[in-house]
């Protein structure tokens, strides 16, 4: 008869970001626990809060079934000797397979003969097998660890108790001092201790000692009682998708309540408001229908709705004490001046090896500088670029960026324009941070994206420079994060940047200024263009470009980011025509054969004179012709000028042998071919692109 499973681990308080992560590995732990021993069942459900990690199995087996496995041991050669009596090794596979010689047969296999035997395997009971859950339950790993009392052993918080039942039974088995068995916990202030009978009671049980153990019940539990408070005061919350997780995961029994704040505060810079009630005290911010903040929050507590007003009044308390100190720094970091907190970054420390902040800075105006006269910013652009890059980094010894480091750059903003900067240079503060995570969100502004673009890249050439680059998954200072959004950046705004030269000119710029710097970059960096160029691969993966085509345009001769990104999108549309196979073949044929020449033979010239046929002299008009448009093309426009030189060059092949004795003919003919080798170089690396 089948059974049901429940696995709780009841613990500590967990932090809420670990909650959700570490029911998933749960489930999918027991989920191939269950695989390995052979035991089948119909589905998992999961429980989670923060005091407990709970999995649900339906319908597993009373046993495991019986198998029955053929094992081959030694060859027959082996098995007997030379009078035809079993030897020792032929006796001890047996014995190790916990049978006699009575039960060998021979079988061939691949022409020789081997010992087999037949081995039965009776299943055991389920509940005999599932005590292994506690190897699942010692196995689990967590972002932090700790251990407790005098033991070595380590998990994410002290393990209380833990119920294991299957069906009405207890399945033994004790970790530490715990024993299995059926008594869970319930709220920590409004709950009692309960016996489960049986699994299926779980939830019912729990929710009458005030614990909803399902998390997505409790979620949406939460989202419903704002809507109502919402849709009550003709309110707009809205339900920022992490705030929620992490709320659902730091309650057991949610109620939501609204609490005020004195309207006074309204006159604090919005950011800051948000941030002391979002980041600090996991508070909902309310708007009216405009779309202003007032002055009212939400907060979900963890319990019922008795002695309610207390609490709402303790987080009122709490609430207005961060404010004060909000509305303080505010008023005290108006007193600054830019400059004085410009001099100030002297004294902050970028990096031990690498130098101050006030260092960096100047290494950023002259980046900044180098990039954007390239990508052709406007005069008044470039001015804003100037100023805003001399100062971006100011707000980092304000009072405000102190109490609230999230705040850095926002701050930097609002200060800029309250001591008069130009708004485009105030943006560019804010935006020189951006993106703040792989797939965020992007500058607007030219000159706030090349500010961002000039700052990740003096700290990717800093540490380089330094020797401190990434290696495996170690990354402390984000720099594949860093560099993965120059490229995200550069490729949403569709600007020119070779990266290999931008690279070049960046970094004669800074060792050859008369200013020190606190540091000098490399100027054969080819670690840096790997790894930049690893950023680029990962870029082309989340497009779903496939491997070979990723391949074929990092590894081009082309080395202007974006046109590397077009070519590869060029490529992947392509991959169905009728003849792209034919067209990558005949390309990648003139590839290989220009790879035969001596680096001394290649001068890209072709005398007509020593042509012997007509297709010699087809291909060479054909590509004249070709040539002559190649550099002021697109790179859409280039590959079918190259496709269209596909027949051209199949006759050519079908009409002439390249490799003759005749020297000069034989150079003159891989000439032509180099030259053919040339533009596709310029597009991609094509003879990495598989055809098959």
Request: charged share 30%.
């Amino acid at each position: 008869m089948a059974k049901n499973l429940l696995l709780e681990i009841g613990l500590e308080e967990m932090p809420a970001h670990v909650v959700w992560p570490s029911i998933k590995q749960l489930e999918d732990r027991v989920s191939n626990f269950l695989a390995e021993n052979s035991l089948t069942f119909e589905s998992i459900e999961t429980f989670s809060t923060p005091r407990r990690l709970a999995i649900r199995v339906t319908n597993i087996p009373d046993r495991q079934e019986d198998v029955q496995e053929e094992v081959k041991g030694p060859a027959k050669k082996i098995a007997l000797d030379a009078e035809g009596n079993w030897s020792k090794a032929a006796e001890g596979f047996v014995r190790g397979q916990g049978l006699t010689t009575d039960a060998i047969t021979f079988r061939e296999l691949n022409g020789v003969e081997y010992v087999y035997v037949t081995k039965y395997i009776h299943g055991k009971e389920s509940k005999e097998v599932l005590a292994g859950l506690l190897d699942v339950v010692k196995s689990m790993n967590f972002p932090t660890m700790m251990h407790w009392g005098e033991t070595m052993f380590e998990y994410i918080r002290p393990i209380h108790w833990i119920v294991a039942l299957l069906d009405e039974e207890i399945i033994p088995f004790d970790l530490l001092d715990v024993q299995t068995g059926r008594t869970t916990a319930g709220h920590r202030f409004l709950g009692d201790q309960i016996e489960l009978a049986e699994p299926n009671e779980y939830e019912t049980k729990l929710e009458e000692q005030f614990v909803i153990a399902d998390a997505y019940k409790r979620q949406q539990m939460i989202v419903e009682q704002i809507e109502e408070i919402a849709k009550k005061n003709k309110w707009v919350i809205t339900l920022d998708p992490e705030l929620l997780e992490e709320v659902t995961n730091l309650v057991e029994y949610p109620t939501a309540f609204v609490g005020d704040f004195d309207e006074r505060f309204l006159s604090i810079p919005e950011e800051v408001l948000v941030t002391s009630m979002k980041e600090h005290q996991r508070y909902f911010e309310v708007r009216n229908q405009a779309g202003m903040l007032l002055p009212h929050f939400i907060s979900v507590r963890n319990g019922n709705s008795v002695k309610l007003d207390n609490v709402v009044k303790g987080n009122q308390k709490v609430l207005a004490a961060r404010l004060e100190d909000g509305e303080f720094f505010f008023e005290e970091d108006k007193k600054l001046s830019i400059e004085d907190c410009v001099e100030k970054l002297k004294n902050v420390t970028f990096h031990e090896k690498i130098g101050s902040m006030h260092e960096k800075m100047q290494r950023v105006a002259l980046i900044s500088q180098v990039i954007g006269k390239r990508i052709g910013l406007s005069d008044e652009e470039l001015t804003a670029l100037k100023r805003a890059s001399e100062i971006y980094k100011f707000d980092l010894v304000t009072n405000m960026v102190g109490e609230f480091p999230e705040l850095q750059g926002i701050m930097g903003e609002k200060y800029a324009l309250l001591k008069g900067e130009t708004p485009a240079v105030a943006t560019a503060i804010r935006e020189h941070y951006l993106p703040v995570s792989s797939e965020g969100k992007l500058p607007k502004t030219a000159v706030g994206a090349v500010l961002a673009i000039a700052d990740k890249l003096d700290s990717v050439l800093g540490f380089f420079a330094v020797g401190m680059i990434p290696s495996g998954s170690n990354d402390p200072y984000a720099l594949r994060r860093q560099t993965y959004g120059i490229i995200r950046i550069i490729e949403e705004k569709d600007w020119t940047f070779p990266f290999t030269d931008m690279q070049g000119a960046i970094v004669d710029a800074i060792n050859e200024d008369v200013l020190d710097y606190g540091i000098h970059f490399n100027r054969d960096q080819k670690e840096f263009i790997e790894f930049f160029k690893g950023r680029i691969r990962q870029r082309l993966q989340l497009h779903h470009i496939r491997h070979d085509i990723i391949d074929a345009v990092v590894e081009s001769h082309q080395d202007d980011l974006v046109q590397i990104f077009k070519t590869a999108q060029i490529f992947d549309q392509h991959l169905t025509d009728d003849h792209f196979k034919e067209t990558m073949e005949a390309l990648t044929r003139v590839i290989n054969l220009t790879k035969k020449m001596e680096p001394a033979a290649i001068t890209f010239q072709v005398d007509p004179k020593l042509f012997e046929n007509d297709s010699e002299k087809e291909l060479y008009a054909a590509v004249k012709e070709a040539e002559d448009v190649f550099a002021n093309q697109s790179m859409a426009e280039n590959y079918q000028t190259l496709t269209n030189l596909r027949p051209v060059i199949e006759r050519y092949f079908n009409d002439t042998m390249i490799m003759v004795a005749d020297e000069k003919v034989r150079d003159n003919r891989l000439n032509q071919l180099a030259i053919i080798t040339r533009m596709a170089d310029a597009l991609a690396s094509i003879d990495k692109i598989i055809t098959k």
